[in-house]
């Protein structure tokens, strides 16, 4: 609202909160019919940034950058290949409705992202370039973190849709540099530098 983005957009941005909650709860919903317990400890959530450093439109470009057009467009990519893997009816058309959702949540940024990128100063896109970086190396570190590779998948865990860690992997650095960076270049970032400033080594990528 302080960036006085228009309000098409913050239609969607409610709606894309509500879709996270339900998300939360089809998710339990599964692991119920699975036989098991769904319940989680949680230290506490971390905050949304508030960016206290940066005026209102750049703020919320630094969040809509890390979250719709780098998280949810890689968690588009890593739900798609686990909906295609899904055995049972029920799980494949959960992850066939939070895929959707997800699908929606990306486009919402990238599309807010294209309507304000003309509208940018300079300087203020290099800032944004400088943060694209900051967001790349939390976006890897967050992924790899949940993409454990050596870790035996069990053929219970495949028949439901889950990955092999190395393949997600694959997966995930696939979609950052043949669709992320790409478009985001073509939208006047500097996201093939970043990218090269954020990307771990190799081994690091496979161990």
Same mark, same amino acid.
């Given at each position: 609202? @302080?960036a006085?983005?228009p309000?098409d957009f !913050?239609?969607?941005l409610?709606?894309?909160a $509500?879709d996270?909650?339900?998300?939360g709860r089809?998710?339990?919903?599964?692991?119920h019919?699975?036989g098991?317990?769904p319940y @989680?400890?949680?230290d506490g959530?971390?905050?949304v940034?508030?960016?206290?450093?940066?005026?209102?439109?750049e703020?919320l470009l630094? $969040?809509?950058?890390s979250i719709?057009c780098?998280s949810?467009?890689? #968690?588009? #990519? !890593?739900?798609?290949a686990?909906r295609?893997?899904?055995?049972?009816?029920?799980?494949?058309?959960?992850?066939?409705e939070?895929l #959707?959702?997800?699908?929606?949540?990306?486009?919402?940024?990238?599309s807010l992202?294209?309507? !304000?990128?003309?509208?940018?100063?300079?300087d203020?896109?290099?800032r944004?370039? =400088?943060y694209?970086?900051? @967001?790349?190396?939390h976006?890897? #570190?967050?992924?790899l =973190?949940?993409?454990p590779?050596?870790? =035996?998948?069990?053929d219970a865990?495949?028949s439901?849709?889950?990955c092999?860690?190395g393949?997600g992997r694959?997966?995930?650095f696939d979609?950052v540099?043949?669709i992320?960076?790409?478009? !985001?270049?073509a939208?006047?970032?500097a996201a093939?530098q970043a990218?090269r400033s954020?990307?771990?080594r190799?081994d690091?990528?496979? =161990?």
């Open positions: 609202i @302080a006085n983005v309000n !913050l239609t969607r409610a709606r894309a $509500n996270e909650l339900r998300h089809q998710c339990a919903a599964v692991v019919a699975l098991g317990d @989680a400890e949680v959530l971390q905050p940034p508030t960016h206290s450093d940066a005026p209102p439109v703020a630094r $969040n809509v950058l719709s780098l949810e467009t890689v #968690a588009v #990519a !890593l739900i798609g686990e295609l893997r899904a055995g049972p009816p029920g799980v494949a058309q959960t992850l066939s939070i #959707a959702d997800e699908v929606q949540h990306a486009r919402m940024g990238w992202i294209e309507r !304000l990128t003309p509208t940018l100063a300079p203020l896109i290099a944004l370039n =400088a694209l970086i900051v @967001a790349l190396r976006l890897v #570190a967050h992924e =973190a949940h993409l590779v050596g870790e =035996a998948v069990s865990a495949v439901v849709g889950v092999d860690g393949e694959t997966l995930f979609t540099q043949t992320i960076v790409p478009r !985001l270049d939208l006047g970032f093939t990218w954020a990307a771990p190799r690091v990528c496979a =161990a």
